[in-house]
């Protein structure tokens, strides 16, 4: 059964760095691309970035260049998005997702549960 | 605004059908494949249907998808209390080198 299992709940201060865990369990790490997603309060979905861990190739929204950083450690199939310079619209839930189709056929197949990241003073 | 236009919200009995559909342009849903997600409350969005019109094992004939042109058509037939949930479309444009998703649309069953 695959798996994305992702690490807790944020509270950051407005400025900091937050670092999000995605831990793929269930099928091998490098067949599907890893992508991160995000939904503020109440909103649609909104793509951040992707990874494909079987050539490192990344792509990022153009709205979070130079702001996100996604990696990932093969070692222990884990996918982390590292976002900087936080703030209160950056408040939402961050799902990583698992992509079966090529860089550009999205086919999101499998979702971790979400982390929800608050920014606040 | 979403690179993608879904209708805010579409509404039918139960067993009827509905259908939702999410606009685009050449240089995303023009040439691209469309998947569709389904988003029920306070879960992560599951997939619905992939490269157009294709269906995930699970998923039920119920979900069809179509494409034609520069705009795909979620349908959902027989329609139940349980597919009250949030729909969003996604493909990839070539103009922005990012995957888009539409704005979503709520699916109410009266």
């Known amino acids: 059964e695959v798996q994305l299992v992702q690490s807790g709940p944020e509270v950051k201060r407005p400025g900091a760095t937050v670092k999000i865990s995605c831990s793929a369990s269930?099928?091998?790490?490098?067949?599907?691309?890893i992508h991160w997603v995000r939904q503020a309060p109440g909103k649609g979905l909104e793509w951040m970035g992707l990874l494909d861990p079987a050539n490192g190739e990344r792509i990022y929204a153009e709205k979070f260049r130079g702001r996100v950083t996604i990696t990932a450690d093969a070692s222990t199939d884990t996918a982390y998005m590292e976002v900087t310079s936080l703030t209160s619209d950056d408040r939402a839930v961050y799902y990583c997702?698992?992509?079966?189709?090529?860089?550009?056929?999205?086919?999101?197949?499998?979702w971790g549960q979400g982390s929800l990241v608050t920014v606040s003073s | 605004q979403s690179v993608l236009t879904q209708p805010p919200s579409v509404s039918a009995a139960p067993g009827q059908r509905v259908t939702i559909s999410c606009s685009g342009r050449?240089?995303?849903?023009?040439?691209?494949?469309v998947s569709w997600y389904r988003q029920l409350p306070r879960t992560a969005p599951k997939l619905l249907i992939f490269?157009?019109?294709r269906r995930p094992s699970g998923i039920p004939d119920r979900f069809s998808g179509s494409k034609s042109g520069t705009s795909a058509t979620l349908g959902i037939t027989g329609l139940q209390t349980g597919d009250e949930a949030d729909y969003y479309c996604?493909?990839?444009?070539?103009?922005?080198?990012?995957?888009?998703f539409g704005g979503g649309t709520k699916v109410t069953v009266l």
């Open positions: 050449t240089s995303n849903i023009g040439n691209n494949y």
């Open positions: 490269e157009n019109n």
């Open positions: 997702a698992t992509s079966s189709g090529g860089i550009s056929v999205p086919t999101f197949n499998y």
């Open positions: 269930g099928y091998t790490f490098t067949d599907y691309s």
């Open positions: 996604a493909t990839w444009d070539a103009g922005l080198s990012a995957v888009v």
